[in-house]
């Protein structure tokens, strides 16, 4: 059950480019049942905390969810300049980061679904994957709540956007995978978001998260760095205010479980897959990483039942 955070105090707080109320909250998966300790806090008087109860990592205080909203219209949260003279052809030939993660989402969707699949990008930004996954057969569609993100897919990228919150978006049909990538970490309350999610599938149909990994092998060392006060950078790798909170492979199945959905598979992808490098080296390093789950982002599948 998802318990909604006791607000304690509320007051604003300017962080970098972003300015917002603030609240103290608890875990968002265990509420005030929760055994939660801190990590770290920094100068603005932000805690990181651990709950040992499910593994979660979060922030408080945080933003509250009227201010949240906001955080993605901010200019600083995403660089649209790229789509000043934007083509298809030009982003798929120049192989950029953005074209390769896109196109690797797709290869693992791949894996578990068949050409002609019904899929839903919750949280999609600009609609690039949308677009990627149209182009290799899936029947795919979005949902983000920003205005400023979705008129790039709608205006530039002419994919099927809808702009708004899950909890809005009521289709006359089911899908058979929904792709959550870099979005759990920026949301008010993950729980009912995945649970939402679970109702959207099809019996059997696939969730795809991607996630900060606080257990990954670079996060784990600038925790360390930060807590003993050899690194002074305000534990800037956890990315609030845009990301509150991070995961480990306990508290995505804690939350899998909690939104009645199972895990079936975990892996990490390495920056140098998400480069599309190909030299020996780095094909050793991508599998290595992704086996252990060595990357500071952790990729979940989960499934749906049957019944």
């Given at each position: 059950?998802?318990?909604?955070?006791?607000?304690?105090?509320?007051?604003?707080?300017?962080?970098?480019?972003?300015?917002?109320?603030?609240?103290?909250?608890?875990?968002r998966l265990c509420g005030e049942s929760s055994n939660?300790?801190?990590?770290?806090?920094?100068?603005?008087?932000?805690?990181?905390?651990?709950?040992?109860?499910?593994?979660?990592?979060?922030?408080?205080?945080?933003?509250?969810?009227?201010?949240?909203?906001?955080?993605?219209?901010?200019?600083?949260?995403?660089?649209?300049?790229?789509?000043?003279?934007?083509?298809?052809?030009?982003?798929?030939?120049?192989?950029?980061?953005?074209?390769?993660?896109?196109?690797?989402?797709?290869?693992?969707?791949?894996?578990?679904?068949?050409?002609?699949?019904?899929?839903?990008?919750?949280?999609?930004?600009?609609?690039?994957?949308?677009?990627?996954?149209?182009?290799?057969?899936?029947?795919?569609?979005?949902?983000?709540?920003?205005?400023?993100?979705?008129?790039?897919?709608?205006?530039?990228?002419?994919?099927?956007?809808?702009?708004?919150?899950?909890?809005?978006?009521?289709?006359?049909?089911?899908?058979?995978?929904?792709?959550?990538?870099?979005?759990?970490?920026?949301?008010?309350?993950?729980?009912?978001?995945?649970?939402?999610?679970?109702?959207?599938?099809?019996?059997?149909?696939?969730?795809?998260?991607?996630?900060?990994?606080?257990?990954?092998?670079?996060?784990?060392?600038?925790?360390?760095?930060?807590?003993?006060?050899?690194?002074?950078?305000?534990?800037?790798?956890?990315?609030?205010?845009?990301?509150?909170?991070?995961?480990?492979?306990?508290?995505?199945?804690n939350l899998m479980k909690i939104s009645g959905l199972?895990?079936?598979?975990?892996?990490?992808?390495?920056?140098?897959?998400?480069?599309?490098?190909?030299?020996?080296?780095?094909?050793?390093?991508?599998?290595?990483?992704?086996?252990?789950?060595?990357?500071?982002?952790?990729?979940?599948?989960?499934?749906?039942?049957?019944?």
């Open positions: 059950m998802e318990h909604k955070g006791r607000e304690i105090k509320s007051r604003s707080l300017k962080f970098g480019s972003f300015e917002g109320l603030i609240e103290d909250v608890h875990c939660s300790k801190l990590v770290y806090r920094n100068k603005e008087g932000v805690g990181f905390y651990h709950c040992e109860n499910c593994g979660l990592m979060y922030a408080s205080p945080r933003f509250t969810e009227e201010s949240m909203l906001r955080i993605s219209e901010n200019e600083a949260f995403t660089d649209l300049s790229m789509f000043d003279r934007w083509s298809y052809d030009e982003w798929k030939k120049d192989r950029s980061r953005s074209y390769n993660l896109s196109f690797q989402k797709v290869l693992l969707l791949k894996r578990y679904l068949p050409a002609g699949s019904r899929i839903l990008d919750l949280g999609c930004g600009t609609g690039l994957f949308v677009l990627e996954s149209i182009k290799n057969n899936f029947l795919c569609e979005g949902i983000d709540p920003s205005l400023r993100l979705t008129y790039i897919s709608r205006e530039i990228l002419k994919v099927p956007i809808a702009t708004m919150q899950i909890e809005e978006f009521n289709p006359p049909y089911r899908f058979k995978g929904i792709v959550v990538w870099d979005v759990l970490e920026h949301l008010y309350g993950p729980v009912r978001v995945v649970k939402r999610c679970a109702d959207l599938l099809e019996p059997e149909g696939f969730l795809f998260v991607q996630v900060p990994h606080y257990r990954g092998l670079s996060n784990s060392l600038k925790t360390f760095f930060c807590r003993i006060g050899v690194k002074k950078s305000g534990f800037k790798h956890f990315g609030f205010p845009w990301h509150v909170y991070s995961f480990d492979k306990r508290s995505l199945t199972r895990v079936i598979h975990f892996e990490s992808w390495s920056h140098l897959k998400k480069i599309n490098r190909t030299d020996c080296l780095s094909q050793i390093i991508i599998k290595i990483s992704k086996t252990l789950c060595l990357s500071d982002y952790l990729v979940c599948i989960a499934q749906k039942p049957s019944k």
